[in-house]
């Protein structure tokens, strides 16, 4: 394997070493945009080998076959794996594969593997993106020591990073459709491998840095916005929360619960952070929604440079399959699960001192081309790996862009899964966005009243 998935040299070594700067890079550097690098800050060339190819501008055409929605049910659906990883061959992988799956690979040796086909770079986005992303690189900011930014609106805002946390907030901001719509479940994943419905919800998402004409001067720095309600099983039933987040760190996140059994909306503080997430009946952390899910004030962000690894990517075929057939008893069916090899930035996150985490450490893994977080392996306070995250990234050509919503979260320590916003066999939706006063708590309380 040679060295494929070592840390890759030359400018990454020296983002490595960099001090901590905060400024944004200067117009010979964001000129690497478009030529060298991807309108979004990839290497635009292939790996050594030929086992990454170049970009050449992703899928932007929509698909024939069958839809979930506006979501492709399948991609690539002629290929075949052209090898596998098991717990009896991943010693030849090793330098490809994260913590976390060697410990998945370990702890299922007999139903745990790894279907790898040929890598396919389909992330694009609409030219909009392109120009804002271009425009951000020369005039987006870090501020109050990393926990905001500003001077940026419409597009990846540090797609030349030089800090971990401007690698987080690029994942924050990803590339998203102004407003979306989908229904979806939360299941749990018992130590005896049996599953339970923890909820089914049906959720609005708007991304007003992403509304048309969005510039730094008229947006208002909330960069994602949701309301949802609380569909099965009957005794949850109506019960919604709202959540809007913001690139300020003086706006910390606000949310809104309204619960049955009290009648009544309330401020809903703790929907954050290491909280456990009630959505998914407490089996995993907010923070651990949709990969990473929150401020990011509570750590010290590393950037660890970039390298090759193993990654869940264009599983279409997985967000098509049945909810039955997409699980195994311990972990998602592999069968369903396609694996790609691609490069990755590596960001480790440490809690900062004077703050408190039940994870005091996780190392994320993130696309190059996407910035779309792939995997996420947390350790305890004696430093064990003790839970792990992959996340099923899905094409959607409409917009387009490489999309993600479902993460699985697994304890390693509990044997436990937690199968976050599985879209299976539900509905997924580009519309036209809401009125900003939909996503109040004060909306919320006048429809429960009806």
């Known amino acids: 394997m040679k060295s494929t998935s070592k840390i890759l040299a030359g400018v990454t070594a020296l983002l490595i070493s960099a001090p901590h700067v905060y400024a944004a890079v200067t117009a010979e550097e964001a000129a690497r945009l478009g030529a060298e690098l991807t309108p979004l800050g990839g290497e635009k060339s292939g790996n050594a080998d030929g086992s990454i190819p170049a970009w050449t501008g992703g899928i932007t055409e929509m698909l024939p076959g069958d839809y979930l929605g506006d979501i492709p049910k399948s991609i690539f659906a002629d290929e075949k794996p052209i090898y596998q990883v098991t717990s009896q061959n991943m010693s030849q992988y090793q330098e490809l594969l994260s913590d976390g799956v060697q410990a998945m690979l370990q702890k299922y040796p007999d139903s745990f593997r790894l279907e790898v086909y040929p890598t396919h770079r389909t992330m694009a986005a609409p030219q ?41 907030w690029n994942f924050l901001m990803r590339v998203e459709a102004p407003s979306i719509e989908y229904t979806f479940k939360n299941i749990v994943g018992n130590a005896d491998g049996s599953h339970t419905l923890a909820t089914r919800n049906d959720i ?7 509304y048309k004409d969005a510039t730094p001067q008229n947006w208002s720095g909330e960069y994602s916005m949701f309301r949802f309600n609380t569909l099965e099983p009957p005794f949850k039933a109506g019960e919604s929360l709202v959540v809007r987040d913001s690139i300020d760190r003086d706006q910390p996140r606000q949310a809104w619960q309204y619960l049955l059994g009290q009648r009544r909306v309330r401020r809903a503080p703790t929907v954050s952070y290491d909280t456990p ?10 923070d651990e929604v949709q990969g990473f899910f929150g401020s990011v ?3 010290n962000w590393t950037l660890k440079g970039k390298k090759e690894l193993l990654v869940p990517y264009n599983t279409n075929n997985f ?3 049945s909810l039955e057939d997409a699980l195994s008893a311990h972990h998602l069916n592999p069968d369903h699960v396609r694996w790609e090899k691609h490069r990755v930035w590596v960001v480790e996150a440490n809690v900062a ?8 450490k996780r190392t994320y893994y993130v696309d190059e ?70 996503f109040t708590g004060d909306a919320v309380a006048a429809e429960a009243v009806r």
Request: hydrophobic share 40%; glycine share 8%.
């Open 128 to 168: 909009s993106v392109y120009d804002n992303t271009l425009a951000n690189a020369t005039r987006c900011k870090l501020i109050e020591g990393g926990y905001s930014v500003e001077g940026c609106a419409g597009g990846i805002p540090f797609p030349i990073p030089q800090e971990g946390v401007e690698v987080m």
């Open 204 to 210: 609005s998402f708007q991304y007003p840095q992403y």
């Open 277 to 286: 997430d009630f959505v998914a009946s407490g089996a995993n952390y907010f």
């Open 297 to 299: 004030d509570r750590f």
């Open 319 to 321: 967000v098509g399959a």
């Open 353 to 360: 001192e004077g703050k408190r985490h039940a994870v005091p």
């Open 369 to 438: 081309d996407s910035w779309l977080v792939l995997l996420v392996d947390g350790y305890d306070a004696e430093d064990k790996l003790w839970r792990t995250s992959m996340v099923t990234p899905f094409v959607v050509p409409k917009i387009p862009t490489l999309m993600m919503k479902t993460a699985t979260v697994f304890n390693l320590q509990a044997n436990t899964m937690s199968l976050i916003q599985a879209l299976n066999e539900e509905n997924f939706r580009i519309v036209d966005t809401k009125p900003e006063t939909f």
